[in-house]
């Protein structure tokens, strides 16, 4: 994927970037502060569909965020092929996910589920909290917290 000492490219990727997405960057970006790491990577997120393009993510979101303290950046946006080129990493949250990146012609080698780190759930599914309640955000981040500690001791060497 990369060097030691060269940067690690990662972009999270959901359905319209204002959910799962943002949150797994933001929790991936403090918990690389928290280790030390932050400097190795570049994180960023981003959507499928364009739709909440310019939009900050769900207000549901940003709450649970803040309950937890972590703070997040994004700003909604579409995946364009610059980012298939440009990220060492792209990270799904779904097998629909997957399988919109596929028609757009990601490099297989490039994408992981972002259950493939340990989240213990479904094969290729962190649950779409948006049509839910602010208990379905909570399971999310609760998912996510732990699926991006995984990526976290893969990616830095240290699981």
């Known amino acids: 994927m990369s060097t030691k000492h060269e940067t690690t490219r990662v972009l999270f990727l959901c359905l319209g970037n204002i959910c799962r997405s943002p949150a797994a960057e933001g929790i991936f970006i403090h918990r690389a502060r928290e280790r030390g790491v932050l400097g190795r990577f570049e994180v960023d997120s981003a959507g499928l569909g364009g739709w909440h393009a310019g939009d ?9 965020a803040a309950r937890r303290g972590i703070h997040l950046p994004s700003v909604a946006r579409q995946v364009t092929a ?3 080129d440009h990220h060492h990493l792209i990270v799904y949250m779904d097998a629909q996910n997957l399988a919109g990146l596929e028609r757009r012609g990601a490099p297989r080698e490039k994408l992981r589920a972002m259950t493939d780190f340990g989240a213990g759930a479904a094969p290729d599914d962190v ?6 309640g602010p208990e379905a955000f909570a399971a999310m981040f609760d998912h996510l917290e732990r699926a991006v500690d ?3 001791d893969e990616l830095s060497g240290a699981g």
């Open 127 to 132: 649950a779409d909290p948006y049509e839910h």
């Open 56 to 64: 900050r993510p769900d207000p549901r979101t940003l709450n649970e």
């Open 150 to 152: 995984a990526m976290l």
């Open 82 to 84: 610059r980012d298939f």
